[in-house]
């Protein structure tokens, strides 16, 4: 038993040595919904706009990134192209970002980037939205199928816009 603790020390080592991993988040469209209006105060009247967009663009998955014909990729949620909002292996681009940061779990600084694409050049940055949820008619109905009505935000909206430098 002694020596099979001891040989099991170097491999329980190693696991948490190797244990800085990035996790990913694969949404259910009201668990997202909520997530945006109470700890990021989306407004109400484009949420259904911002669900339809990343339903479309990333099936809600944190990890997604997409190999684009120029070359570029995009990353995460809202599939943040590394052209011109953020930069591959470093902080880069309009919005200062890592790329690779849009692909885990934590979406603040996702959402920080998006909040600014869509600020200068509105849903028409994403080809999906623009596709899919351009019609009113085509967005989720989240007030009656995630009882929109009764959330509201949990803190102030200054500390969404904050990028990172």
Not at 11 to 31: D, F, M, P, T
Not at 58 to 83: A, E
Not at 85 to 98: L, P
Not at 128 to 150: E, M, T, Y
Request: charged fraction near 30%; charge should be positive; hydrophobic fraction near 35%.
């Amino acid at each position: 038993m002694k020596h099979f603790c001891l040989c099991l020390m170097p491999v329980l080592v190693l696991l948490l040595l190797g244990s800085e991993r990035v996790e990913a988040k694969k949404y259910l469209r009201c668990e997202l919904t909520r997530v945006l209006v109470e700890n990021y105060n989306f407004d109400k009247t484009f949420l259904s706009n911002w669900i339809c967009l990343v339903e479309h663009e990333s099936n809600l998955d944190t990890s997604k990134i997409t190999l684009k014909k120029n070359d570029s990729k995009n990353y995460g949620l809202f599939q943040i192209n590394s052209k011109d909002y953020c930069a591959e292996g470093r902080k880069g681009g309009q919005c200062n970002m890592k790329c690779e940061d849009f692909s885990n779990d934590d979406i603040g600084d996702d959402i920080a980037c998006a909040k600014m694409i869509h600020e200068r050049e509105g849903f028409k940055y994403w080809k999906k939205w623009d596709r899919f949820c351009r019609n009113s008619q085509n967005l989720p109905n989240l007030r009656v199928a995630c009882n929109l009505r009764s959330l509201s935000p949990l803190r102030t909206p200054r500390s969404f816009y904050y990028i990172s430098g």
